[in-house]
């Protein structure tokens, strides 16, 4: 017995298998011991007994599974940093080195199914009784670093601990991976201006990954919302009744608007 995944969708009456259903089944029983090719038969669920030809499905190989003593040292380890990290806000020097220690079980750890899900589910909710419940709005570059991060399936948790210390990860990762950790890395120690509390970039990025986060427009993409606003808004003014004063007052708008953004 083993799963299956639909590659290309089978009409089944009364009703179709869909491309990706996950199905237990095995190879048909019976026939030649030496027969190929003999066709899949789900043997569990609302197609049980259906037989499905091998040019339709893929074998889904078993997943790894950590054994007991190896999910109980990686729980009592996590729970070590949670502990930490609530003390820390993510600022802590001691909690860095820590983390980097942990690195290596980190990434296989990653790798796992539903147990690490929960880990990680469990984690990003204690996480937000130290972040405001706020989008907080990223540069760019740190944005594009975050997607490919988590392109290459890196999690939340993982971004955190790996952009630590990213040059010994030269093994584990292509290098547009671990040119963005140091853009993200290299953000954490930054400080922004516009905050009263003064928040690290640290801060920000923690608070992005547990509420989300915007990207920072540019001046070009400012400009054209700005401008695209004034003319929707004008549109709903009552015309003057002359074109010339008309068009006036849409340009004195949009020159003020322009001339004040390009100040910023």
Known sequence: ???????????????????????????LPGGNPFDIGRPYQVIEGKYSGVEIPQTHAITIPKEKLYTEQQYKTLTNELQQVRQELKVSKGR???????????????????KSWEKQRKMNQQLKQELKTVAISEKVILPQDVANALEKCRDAEMSDYGIITLSVNPKNLYRDYPSEV??????????????????SERDTGADKLLKALVHGYTVELSLQDRLKKGVQEIYEKWTTIPTSGNDQADGADLAERISTFVTSEMKQ
């Open 92 to 110: 802590n020097s001691l909690l860095e080195v820590r983390l980097e220690e942990r690195r290596r079980a980190a990434v296989g750890w990653e």
């Open 1 to 27: 017995m083993f799963k299956i995944r639909i590659v290309k969708a089978l009409n089944v009456r009364p009703f179709g298998i869909s491309i990706g259903e996950e199905l237990e089944a095995r190879i």
């Open 178 to 195: 671990i040119d963005a950790l140091y853009v993200i890395k290299q953000y954490t120690y930054t400080y922004s201006s516009e905050d």
